[in-house]
């Protein structure tokens, strides 16, 4: 990203489309579709300048949506159970979305990777809504401090004077989340959703989210080191 080209209200504004995008797919994986969320869908359109990879999942939902029976609601929910809360399956790593079931040596719950993510969550003042009853390791969780943090971001840009000190902070703590314990298992996850998903929406659902994450660390990446450079 040319920083130097963009005013500090757009780079806001693309934090609050960060933050937008990240709480959408935080939501999808959280919760099952709603009606609402289905209507969104079907109007998605790739970027100017999306990878083909992206373009082709964008594609591929649409072209199931256009073609879905009355109650698409209702087979994505039974899709959702099937990959997400192992609806039918008994044994084996299944698609269930925590961190630690796909990092820790003997594929449990609550490993390693749910006390550090917790960790990094309290340190940032983000608190995980604790009627959810999952561990803080949740993909879905991961994503929405994502979302948090990029409205952070997005107001200290807006704010009276700007604190590139804590610019440079927020935008390293992402860009370290993202490649610590986000990109370092979601490519693992994909493929069991992959291989237990009947519908194509969820398997192109996690595409995007990879090659999002994947520039989105890029992107922050670039921003912390222009806040530095600026505030030395």
Known sequence: MEQETLTTEEIAQMMDG??????????ALL???TVEQIGQLKSLAADEGASEEVAAAITSIRRYL???GSDPRTDLACDYAR??????????ITAEPYESV???EEHLLMQDARDDALRIYRANGVDVDASLRMPEDHLGLELEFMSVMATR????????????DELARLARVQTGFLKVH????VDRLAAKVDEFAKLPLYPAMMRIIIAYASDDAVLME????SAVSQAA
């Open 153 to 164: 971001t997005a107001q200290v840009l807006r704010a009276s004077e700007l604190d590139r």
């Open 83 to 92: 990959i997400f809360l192992s609806a039918g399956v008994n044994d084996g």
């Open 18 to 27: 960060r933050a937008a995008s990240y709480k959408f797919f935080s939501d």
């Open 222 to 225: 670039e921003l912390a080191g």
């Open 31 to 33: 919760h099952e579709f």
């Open 182 to 185: 986000i990109l370092n298992w």
């Open 66 to 68: 256009a073609h879905a």
């Open 102 to 104: 796909f990092t820790s």
